[in-house]
């Protein structure tokens, strides 16, 4: 149906066919009480005039809705990936999404409220700045999924990533390129930044380079990442660990416009694996999320509260993997650290 076009409704098909409206929905719901010859009329004009039946209506009229709220952010390319992931899974459940975006302009808590009215049944969060106590509220009503972020509550389902453990393979790898002037950019507030640091750190300490532990503030976008690299060049480190790949592809166009090259001068590891890491011109080193496994995950544990068959713990973590490209090689010679 194009837009500004009318719904072919049951009443449609109906008067097309010469039969009544419940006769219709009869055959639409593949119910006994119609003759074979009634029924294949019904269903070739439902076919000419382009009916497609309300599934959502029917549901509602049942009590369910078999819809599962999804709260994003439009300005993190990871959330956009995500999403991909989040409808092949619900799909396989049977269920649908309804997806309610956080912008500049919108905030988290009217995305929120939008999806309430909507009628879900579960409602899964990426990230966001919503305190546990809000989530908890949501919860009484209805399960609550929050991805990318952790919730210390028994009555709120965390599905994430393991930050740390990502922020460990990133250091592992610099180091063994030769690396040791190894410095981090940050995520500033947002969930997993503080995570992904601690991780750097620890990472640090464990090869012996705390005197070279260098956390530079940042944050989630390409401007964030920008703004550090300005910081960074007053004394470059040989290599650098990024809160995202956004981030990182504003810290990498710096680097560039400033005449050092990447892997040559500076390695860089951004952290997501978005498609936009992906890009030949790009083609950033990063953390990878396993992106099928958070989504599965996710509905699965969405469906299961709304059935009431859940059990286990709250929390599913799911491990990262290292994905090796463009903008990571050898500490270049003569790189070895002031003494």
Request: aromatic share 2%; hydrophobic share 40%.
């Amino acid at each position: 149906m194009r837009s500004g076009e009318r719904r072919i409704t049951l009443a449609d098909v109906a008067s097309e066919a010469g039969v009544s409206v419940a006769l219709v929905s009869i055959v639409m719901r593949g119910a006994p009480g119609a003759g074979a010859a009634t029924r294949e009329r019904v269903l070739e004009v439902a076919r000419r005039l382009g009916y497609q039946p309300d599934s959502r209506a029917r549901l509602l009229r049942s009590g369910r809705s078999r819809l599962i709220g999804v709260v994003f952010d439009v300005r993190h390319p990871f959330h956009h990936d995500l999403l991909t992931g989040l409808y092949d899974a619900a799909g396989k459940a049977g269920y649908q999404l309804t997806l309610s975006a956080v912008t500049p302009r919108r905030g988290e808590r009217t995305a929120v409220g939008d999806l309430l009215q909507d009628r879900c049944e579960a409602i899964v969060l990426f990230g966001g700045q919503m305190r546990g106590s809000e989530l908890a509220s949501i919860a009484a009503r209805l399960p609550v999924i929050a991805m990318m972020r952790s919730a210390r509550r028994r009555d709120i389902d965390v599905v994430h990533n393991d930050d740390a453990l990502g922020s460990h393979q990133a250091v592992d790898h610099l180091v063994a390129l030769g690396h040791q002037r190894i410095a981090h950019v940050d995520g500033g507030a947002l969930h997993g930044s503080a995570e992904r640091r601690a991780g750097y750190h620890e990472a640090m300490r464990r090869h012996g380079l705390d005197g070279h532990i260098r956390v530079v503030a940042g944050g989630p976008g390409e401007e964030h990442g920008a703004a550090a690299a300005e910081r960074l060049l007053a004394d470059p480190p040989t290599a650098v660990t990024v809160f995202n790949d956004l981030s990182a592809t504003g810290l990498l166009d710096v680097l560039r416009r400033n005449g050092l090259s990447v892997p040559g001068d500076l390695s860089v590891v951004g952290y997501d694996d978005t498609t936009l890491s992906r890009l030949a011109h790009i083609d950033l080193t990063t953390v990878g999320q396993d992106i099928d496994a958070l989504a599965a995950r996710a509905v699965e544990r969405a469906v299961e509260r709304i059935e009431g068959t859940a059990t286990g713990p709250r929390a599913v973590i799911i491990p990262p993997r290292l994905v090796v490209r463009g903008t990571t090689g050898p500490a270049a010679a003569g790189a070895l650290p002031p003494r």
